[in-house]
């Protein structure tokens, strides 16, 4: 009679922040709710003054959907903290993710619309009346007013741009540095506002100024979206673990090597790392020497280590094979010096004998 197996739901402790990266995530927190703030102000402010004028009602929209990263970010934080379940086994870190898509697609989306609204304004030869409005007993120029409104929103947004992006770094956060990058182009918009085009162009007798900047603001808008949404899909179509703002892979990947080639008992390695929003998975594949099993201390020691290499790297599997896929090795079959592949490619085949490390204490002569 077969031995009955006992089947287990693995659900892993889930993982907390370095001490470091504690007080960076509430200084990115906090900052957030500063943003949140400054744009309900400036929302505010650009709606009592904006008027007929298309490009400030661009920028209007920018500044509303403006509010959608620093809103994601914040509810992302909340749900990556809740721990792993029998249904979502490795846990809520997803979620950076896609919430960093949907404020992708939003921006794609409405940038879209006021590109061609605003074109076909500008085709069509539309002439915004700027009007003037009465204050304290003096009769101003509207146009006076809009320009005064977005030169005020013009230094906190560099100033949380800059900050952004250091806590961004810091935590490994693509959603925040999309927040950052966002706002540290926000000064282009007020400044497309006022400076010889827009508003200030209306005000100098050229009428097609106006369509213009607002063209140019929409166009940074939809800009901002396909970059931020081609950079969550990508995330969450697993390809390899890259830098906080995708300009190279993960140097966590090239360190787990290097350690890994260090210990005796390994002949051959190659592993993959996939992006889980915050925190890393990785994968080693390890060919042992002459096919000697390393004890299960050995396995510990070395999972530990690799964890202890960046912080980032909460999740560090260790397969034993008896040899390397050979999509993973360069034509001479010599093993792969950094890899970090997309973790929904080709599957291990039965012959390479997939070994967790619990498994290895049980099946050892």
Same mark, same amino acid.
């Given at each position: 009679?077969?031995?009955?197996?006992?089947r287990r739901?693995?659900?892993?402790?889930?993982?907390t922040?370095?001490?470091?990266?504690q007080?960076?995530l509430?200084?990115?927190i906090?900052i957030?709710?500063?943003?949140?703030?400054?744009?309900?102000?400036a929302?505010?402010g650009?709606?009592?003054?904006m008027?007929?004028?298309?490009?400030?009602?661009a920028?209007?929209i920018?500044?509303l959907?403006?509010?959608?990263?620093?809103?994601a970010?914040l509810?992302?934080?909340r749900?990556?903290?809740?721990p792993?379940?029998?249904?979502?086994?490795y846990?809520f870190?997803r979620?950076?993710?896609v919430?960093h898509?949907?404020?992708?697609?939003a921006?794609?989306t409405?940038g879209?619309?006021?590109?061609?609204?605003?074109?076909?304004?500008?085709?069509s030869g539309?002439?915004?009346?700027?009007?003037?409005?009465?204050?304290?007993?003096?009769v101003?120029w509207?146009?006076?007013?809009?320009?005064?409104?977005?030169?005020l929103?013009i230094?906190l947004?560099?100033?949380?741009?800059?900050v952004k992006m250091?806590?961004?770094?810091d935590l490994h956060n693509?959603?925040l540095?999309?927040d950052?990058?966002m706002n540290?182009?926000?000064?282009?918009?007020? !400044?497309? /506002?006022i #400076?010889?085009? *827009?508003?200030?162009g209306?005000g100098l007798?050229?009428w097609?100024?106006? &369509?213009?900047?607002a063209?140019f603001?929409?166009?940074?808008?939809l800009?901002d979206?396909?970059?931020?949404t081609?950079?969550a899909?990508?995330?969450?179509?697993?390809?390899?673990?890259?830098?906080?703002d995708?300009?190279?892979?993960?140097p966590?990947?090239d360190?787990?090597?290097e350690?890994l080639?260090?210990?005796p008992?390994?002949?051959?390695?190659?592993?993959?790392v996939r992006?889980?929003?915050q925190?890393f998975?990785?994968?080693?594949?390890?060919v042992?020497?002459?096919?000697?099993?390393?004890?299960l201390?050995?396995?510990?020691a070395?999972?530990?280590?690799?964890?202890?290499?960046?912080?980032?790297?909460?999740?560090?599997v260790l397969?034993?094979?008896?040899e390397l896929?050979?999509?993973?090795?360069?034509?001479?079959?010599?093993?792969?010096? !950094?890899? /970090?592949? #997309?973790?929904? *490619?080709?599957?291990l085949?039965s012959?390479?004998?997939?070994l967790?490390? &619990?498994e290895?204490?049980e099946?050892?002569?």
């Open positions: 009679m077969p031995s009955r197996t006992r739901q693995l659900n892993t402790a889930h993982p922040l370095p001490p470091a990266q007080k960076t509430r200084r990115a906090q957030e709710w500063f943003t949140i703030g400054f744009l309900a102000v929302i505010t650009v709606n009592l003054v008027g007929s004028s298309q490009a400030m009602k920028a209007w920018e500044d959907l403006s509010l959608a990263p620093p809103i970010f509810i992302a934080v749900i990556i903290t809740k792993p379940s029998d249904t979502y086994p846990g870190f979620s950076v993710g919430v898509l949907v404020a992708g697609v921006l794609c409405m879209a619309f006021l590109l061609f609204d605003s074109v076909t304004g500008l085709i539309d002439r915004p009346p700027i009007g003037s409005v009465q204050l304290f007993g003096t101003i509207s146009g006076w007013l809009m320009m005064g409104v977005m030169a929103t230094p947004p560099i100033y949380f741009g800059r250091r806590l961004a770094k693509k959603v540095y999309a950052a990058d540290k182009a926000d000064w282009m918009t007020a !400044a497309g /506002s #400076v010889g085009v *827009g508003v200030g209306i007798g050229y097609w100024a106006d &369509s213009a900047a063209t603001i929409a166009g940074s808008i800009r979206g396909l970059r931020n081609r950079a899909i990508t995330d969450l179509m697993d390809t390899r673990a890259t830098t906080f995708d300009h190279k892979p993960h966590a990947s360190a787990v090597l350690y080639e260090t210990l008992w390994v002949r051959e390695v190659a592993v993959r992006d889980q929003g925190f998975h990785l994968e080693a594949f390890i042992p020497v002459d096919a000697i099993m390393p004890t201390a050995d396995l510990r070395a999972q530990q280590r690799c964890e202890e290499l960046d912080w980032k790297l909460t999740d560090v397969i034993l094979t008896t896929p050979k999509q993973w090795c360069r034509c001479g079959g010599s093993p792969i010096v !950094a890899l /970090s592949r #997309v973790v929904g *490619g080709p599957s085949s012959s390479e004998c997939r967790e490390a &619990s290895v204490a099946r050892r002569p």
